[in-house]
């Protein structure tokens, strides 16, 4: 019973995950509501890995996807005035700079405090890769363009995070490898699409 309990999450959450990605690409609000679905799912997948970083994570992002969901339908009211409609934004330098300090400080001081507290496995990759997101989810939800480079280092960094969990035992890891892996690709076809919509007069 606890085998297909966890098939049916995992399966849950890489297809919600894939669908929310799509929708993200082609610019639908519905990508938050499903985002959402992923997210809670993915929380439960993680947990039971011990992965509490990732934990932390996919909480925030039920919480980015309800600001996103918001932002994209009522947001940013001088940007629709100027073109007619949200479109993918560029990002500041300034911005770039302040976020990447936000990921550093992040990824020492949560590694540390789940290394030192708690039964986590590999703290301070699985912090690196929780705070990243944290980023990279408001970079979506706020439709910067340079979000799609943070996912998809991101997603680098996940998929081996994945497999090395999975390796050491840890069963309900490699879907999410593959999810990834996936990600990776859409991270590319995303970044591509929105930049033709940034460029496009």
Known sequence: MTFLL????????FVSGLLCVWLLIKESVSTFPIGMLYALVTTIVVARAFLYADVLLNLYYVL???YGWYYWLY?????R??????????IGASTVWVLLAITAVGTLLMGYLFQRYSQADLAYVDSLTTVASFVAMWMSARKFL????AWF????VQIVLYIVKGLNGVEGLYLYAGLYGIYLLMAVWGWQSWRQRLQTP
Request: charged residues 20%.
């Open 153 to 156: 280092l991101i997603d680098l």
């Open 6 to 13: 966890e098939n049916w999450l995992e399966l849950t959450g």
């Open 75 to 79: 947001g940013a009211k001088s940007l």
């Open 81 to 90: 005035q100027d073109q007619g409609e949200l479109r993918p934004q560029p």
């Open 146 to 149: 340079a979000s799609w480079i």
């Open 64 to 66: 980015m996807n309800a």
